[in-house]
T-cell receptor
């Protein structure tokens, strides 16, 4: 079945470091891909998305490129801030369903 | 939380008791979802609704039922709570269908349930 695999956390970085959080997927057809972020004590918020191969989603300095050849959608940011500390979820939505499939989440901790 | 209210936000109950969680939206969105969040599992879909009185099961529906008698309300019921249902429950809404390519979920703040 369709699934999403994320790297284990926590990811611990110093402020202004470069961030990569890996995400790979398995799906039939051509899914849409998403990154959601969950700040402490809150629900999930959409961070960025890409709906077809080679699309790049971007928001708040974060980027992810839909790579069909490697079935990946890695999240990157050039310079993280303490305020980026949160849990990040990769998710996919296949063509013929109304349901998102989430990865297990990766906790990011950024220290000053 | 963009027009989504979950209640209660926190509840502690005992094994075997019934529990109902409520999700209320003011966005008039057609689709509503209930997820549970557990360490190591991410978010898993329990049930969802694609309109009033139209609901379907997700991947972890056993032990849960739902009802949607009005567009704005989606209720999740645990008929007889068990300790394995201790979790954080999130409601989500979306306006468009999946294959529009624009489907975006908006989440509530969550309801933390502890079953002793």
């Amino acid at each position: 079945g369709d699934s999403v695999t994320q790297m284990e956390g926590p990811v611990t970085l110093s402020e202004e470091a470069f961030l990569t959080i890996n995400c790979t997927y398995t799906a039939t057809g051509y899914p849409s891909l998403f990154w959601y972020v969950q700040y402490p004590g809150e629900g999930l918020q959409l961070l960025l998305k890409a709906t077809k191969a080679d699309d790049k989603g971007s928001n708040k300095g974060f980027e992810a490129t839909y790579r069909k050849e490697t079935t990946s959608f890695h999240l990157e940011k050039g310079s993280v801030q303490v305020s980026d500390s949160a849990v990040y979820f990769c998710a996919l939505l296949t063509y013929n369903t109304d349901k998102l499939i989430f990865g297990t989440g990766t906790r990011l901790q950024v220290f000053p | 939380d963009a027009g989504i209210t979950q209640s209660p936000r926190h509840k502690v109950t005992e094994t075997g008791t019934p529990v109902t969680l409520r999700c209320h939206q003011t966005e008039n969105h057609r689709y509503m979802y209930w997820y549970r969040q557990d360490p190591g599992h991410g978010l898993r879909l329990i049930h969802y609704s694609y309109g009033v009185k139209d609901t379907d099961k997700g991947e972890v529906s056993d032990g849960y039922s739902v009802s949607r008698s009005k567009t704005e309300d989606f209720l999740l019921t645990l008929e007889s709570a068990t300790s394995s249902q201790t979790s954080v429950y999130f409601c989500a809404i979306s306006e468009s269908q999946a294959f529009s390519g624009a489907n975006v979920l908006t989440f509530g703040a969550g309801s933390r349930l502890t079953v002793l």
